[in-house]
Every structure is written in C-alpha cells, then in structure tokens.
C-alpha cells in the first residue's frame, strides 16, 4: 500500500511532532518577548512600531524562502533553520548585561521573523509530498492545529514563567526546543529532486520571481483577489488583536501578564478549535461560504467594544475580551485552512512553496501598516478604545460583504476540482 494513502505515515508524524516543539519555543518566544518591551516602555506606540518593524523581515524573506523550498531539499531547510533559531536565542541570551537589553529584543524579533519568513513556506511546501490529496485538507487542519496548540500552551506557561521568574527562563526554554525540533526533523525523509540547471542564481530568482507572479496575476487571477481580501482584514482586524489585545489587558484593565499569557493560549485554544471545525464541517461549509465566515469572526469585535465603552468591570471585561478572542480565532482558522488549501490544491507541486510564499509575504503587507496605525491610535485614544475597535469592526464588515461576488466566484473552481478528483 502507498504509504501517503493514510494522513499519519511515518514521516508526516515526525514532521508534526517536530512543529510541536518547535512551535512551543517560538510560540514562548513571541509572547514574552514583545511583553517585556511593552512593560519596559509602557508605550503602545513604540510597541506597533516594533511589532511592525519585526514583520518587514519576513515578508521580505518569505518569497525567498518559497524559492528555496521548491529548490533545495525541505528537510535540510527545517534542520538547519532550527538550529540557527536556537544559536540566535543563545547569543541573546550571552548579551544580556553587555548590550542595550531593548536594542538587542528588537534585533532578535526581526531576525527571528525573517527565519520564519523561510520556515513557514517549507513546511506548507513539505505537505503535498507527505499526504496524499484527499488527505490535503485534514493534514493542513492537522498542522494548523500543532501550531494552535503550541500557541495555547507558549503563552500559559510563559506568562507564569515571565509573571514569577522574567525572561531568563523562557529563553532557556526555547533554546531547548528549537535544538530537540531540528535534531527530530533530520529522520524525516521529504521526496527531493535536484534541478540541474546552469543559471546562476540571480537569474534563478527573476525566474521564479515571473513564475510565480504570472501564475497569480495572470492564470489564477482570483488568487490575487483573494489575497487583496486577506490584506484588508490584516489591516484592520488581525492587526487590531496584535496590538489591541495586549495594551487592553495590560494598560486599560490593569491585569496582570499571567492573564494576558491566558488570553493568548484561548487564542491558541480558538486557532485548535477552528481547525477542528474545518475538520468536522469540511463537507458542509465551502469556501464561496468564506465571507460568511468573515463576518462571523467581525461579530466577535462588538461584545468587546460595548463592555470597554461601558467601563464594565475590569474582570468581567477581560472575561468578555477573552472570550471574543477565542471566536475570531476560531472562525478565521476555519477561513485561513480553506484558503490554504484552496491555494495548494490549485498549485502545481513545482510552484507550491514559490506561490504559498508570495500570497503569504503579499497579504502581510498590509500588517505593519495596521501595527503602527493602531499603535498610535490606542496611545491616543486610550481611554477610549471602543471607539477604535467599532471602526474596525465597521470598516472589516463592509469589506467581507463587498468580497462576497469573489468568493461566490470560487464555487465553479471548487465543483470542477471535485468533478475531476472522482474521475481520477
């Protein structure tokens, strides 16, 4: 029998384990390292510019790292990423008491989302190769899952371990993770064919650099509007949860960094719960469904806009705040694994991890620019951030009814794909 024919083959389950402990150290990471900059500066606006400034690496890394994936072998790529991550954390570490503490975490932010930048598109170039495509959908669930569960268990612990005991041991923690992950993924086995080819590289690059752009603006027009959908909604709603969510708990409701680590694990918990549901519902909910599914998650805005325009209690608020955090969470992930897999499956294998890349560095983008802007707007309108997170829900719900022609669009290209696949 194949052994792609069944979703947990040896090498996918190597493969999931390894994101595991390598997403738990990352997923630590990101949580305790923008925390500590905002409790050092208590500056919301110096926080979007830095969280800002930390992506512009990955969006320019992650179409290089889609040119590698398909280029070079994908498991040699984790390994050694891993591994750097880890030497990357140490000498951060060494640096502590030797170099401005701020300047340093800034440093390592952007460094470590430009590894990302090459990570992610590996391992979603790596999953056509491991599964087979009936098994597509469940293994970019499954993966989506990894990532959601080491991201309710990063931020849990790392608030009680930054709460009680600071930075050090995060740091430790991380190193540990990210060295288990690359040593675990140099057993899997990802099929690789090396492209004799007398370009050099810079030619390489142009070519796929075209490839990719033609195939996205040219054959598959609909994925670039799609991705001009996505980057509204980084722009007013996935950047309004990065920036909103840590200076409402922590500067308008005076909790403690534990709370917030509990916010951010239900994040975590929501993304798990979504890719469940993607599970559970692949059968009835479809993609020319998706703005549906977008204005399910802007629902989730207005609970947290009445209670902090009220000025309900401070617990109750968190509450209400965490709560509406687990729903966006869960129904986006629904939305994010249809479109990823969407994307895969209208992809040929030589292309995936090119064009995964450049739709995922196009539709963040738009992520900084909403960093900095909600930045300034929670420094200036601290007192009244009800204000900003109505506007958002506002101006992302007119956005999801507008997309509605696009995604109905899909439905004829999600119908033949199934046609097809029954022929096979």
Same mark, same amino acid.
């Given at each position: 029998?194949?052994?792609?024919?069944?979703?947990?083959?040896?090498?996918?389950?190597?493969?999931?384990?390894?994101?595991?402990?390598?997403?738990?150290?990352?997923?630590?990471?990101?949580?305790?390292?923008?925390?500590?900059?905002?409790?050092?500066?208590?500056?919301?606006?110096?926080?979007?510019?830095?969280?800002?400034?930390?992506?512009?690496?990955?969006?320019?890394?992650?179409?290089?790292?889609?040119?590698?994936?398909?280029?070079?072998?994908?498991?040699?790529?984790?390994?050694?990423?891993?591994?750097?991550?880890?030497?990357?954390?140490?000498?951060?570490?060494?640096?502590?008491?030797?170099?401005?503490?701020?300047?340093?975490?800034?440093?390592?932010?952007?460094?470590?989302?430009?590894?990302?930048?090459?990570?992610?598109?590996?391992?979603?170039?790596?999953?056509?190769?491991?599964?087979?495509?009936?098994?597509?959908?469940?293994?970019?669930?499954?993966?989506?899952?990894?990532?959601?569960?080491?991201?309710? $268990?990063?931020?849990? =612990?790392? #608030?009680?371990?930054?709460?009680?005991?600071? @930075? *050090?041991?995060?740091?430790? !923690?991380? /190193?540990?993770?990210?060295?288990?992950?690359?040593?675990?993924?140099?057993?899997?086995?990802?099929?690789?064919?090396?492209?004799?080819?007398?370009?050099?590289?810079?030619?390489?690059?142009?070519?796929?650099?075209?490839?990719?752009?033609?195939?996205?603006?040219?054959?598959?027009?609909?994925?670039?509007?799609?991705?001009?959908?996505?980057?509204?909604?980084?722009?007013?709603?996935?950047?309004?949860?990065?920036?909103?969510?840590?200076?409402?708990?922590?500067?308008?409701?005076?909790?403690?960094?534990?709370?917030?680590?509990?916010?951010?694990?239900?994040?975590?918990?929501?993304?798990?719960?979504?890719?469940?549901?993607?599970?559970?519902?692949?059968?009835?909910?479809?993609?020319?469904?998706?703005?549906?599914? $977008?204005?399910?998650? =802007?629902? #989730?805005?207005?609970?947290?806009?009445?209670? @902090? *325009?009220?000025?309900?209690? !401070?617990? /109750?608020?968190?509450?209400?705040?965490?709560?509406?955090?687990?729903?966006?969470?869960?129904?986006?992930?629904?939305?994010?694994?249809?479109?990823?897999?969407?994307?895969?499956?209208?992809?040929?294998?030589?292309?995936?991890?090119?064009?995964?890349?450049?739709?995922?560095?196009?539709?963040?983008?738009?992520?900084?620019?909403?960093?900095?802007?909600?930045?300034?707007?929670?420094?200036?309108?601290?007192?009244?951030?009800?204000?900003?997170?109505?506007?958002?829900?506002?101006?992302?719900?007119?956005?999801?009814?507008?997309?509605?022609?696009?995604?109905?669009?899909?439905?004829?290209?999600?119908?033949?794909?199934?046609?097809?696949?029954?022929?096979?």
């Amino acid at each position: 029998m194949n052994n792609k024919t069944k979703l947990f083959n040896k090498n996918f389950t190597l493969m999931v384990i390894g994101q595991i402990i390598s997403l738990f150290g990352n997923s630590i990471l990101r949580f305790a390292l923008p925390l500590y900059l905002l409790d050092t500066t208590n500056s919301a606006a110096l926080f979007g510019a830095v969280s800002a400034c930390s992506l512009i690496p990955m969006i320019t890394v992650t179409p290089f790292g889609g040119i590698i994936a398909d280029r070079a072998n994908k498991r040699n790529i984790m390994v050694f990423l891993d591994f750097l991550t880890a030497l990357l954390i140490t000498v951060f570490l060494l640096s502590i008491g030797k170099i401005n503490l701020v300047f340093m975490l800034i440093v390592t932010l952007m460094i470590l989302y430009g590894i990302q930048g090459a990570y992610q598109p590996t391992v979603q170039a790596s999953i056509p190769l491991l599964v087979d495509r009936d098994n597509l959908l469940p293994g970019n669930a499954v993966i989506n899952q990894v990532s959601s569960l080491a991201g309710l $268990l990063g931020p849990v =612990i790392g #608030g009680i371990l930054y709460g009680f005991y600071g @930075l *050090m041991p995060i740091l430790i !923690a991380s /190193i540990i993770c990210f060295f288990v992950s690359a040593v675990m993924e140099i057993f899997i086995k990802i099929p690789y064919t090396k492209e004799e080819t007398t370009l050099s590289a810079f030619s390489i690059v142009k070519e796929d650099f075209l490839t990719s752009l033609n195939f996205i603006f040219k054959e598959k027009p609909v994925l670039f509007k799609t991705i001009g959908i996505i980057s509204c909604f980084n722009l007013f709603l996935s950047s309004l949860i990065m920036i909103g969510i840590p200076v409402i708990i922590t500067q308008v409701l005076n909790m403690s960094s534990q709370a917030y680590g509990i916010t951010q694990g239900m994040l975590a918990f929501g993304g798990l719960c979504g890719g469940i549901m993607t599970g559970v519902l692949m059968n009835k909910v479809k993609i020319y469904h998706s703005h549906i599914i $977008l204005l399910v998650a =802007i629902l #989730g805005l207005i609970p947290m806009g009445v209670v @902090l *325009m009220f000025n309900v209690d !401070a617990m /109750i608020s968190y509450i209400v705040v965490t709560a509406c955090c687990f729903l966006i969470m869960a129904v986006s992930t629904l939305f994010s694994i249809q479109i990823l897999t969407f994307i895969q499956s209208e992809t040929p294998t030589h292309l995936t991890g090119k064009v995964i890349s450049f739709c995922l560095a196009m539709t963040m983008c738009a992520t900084p620019i909403g960093q900095i802007i909600y930045g300034y707007l929670f420094e200036a309108l601290k007192n009244d951030t009800h204000i900003i997170i109505f506007v958002a829900a506002l101006v992302s719900g007119l956005i999801a009814l507008m997309s509605k022609k696009v995604f109905s669009s899909l439905k004829k290209i999600e119908v033949c794909g199934e046609v097809c696949n029954d022929r096979e």
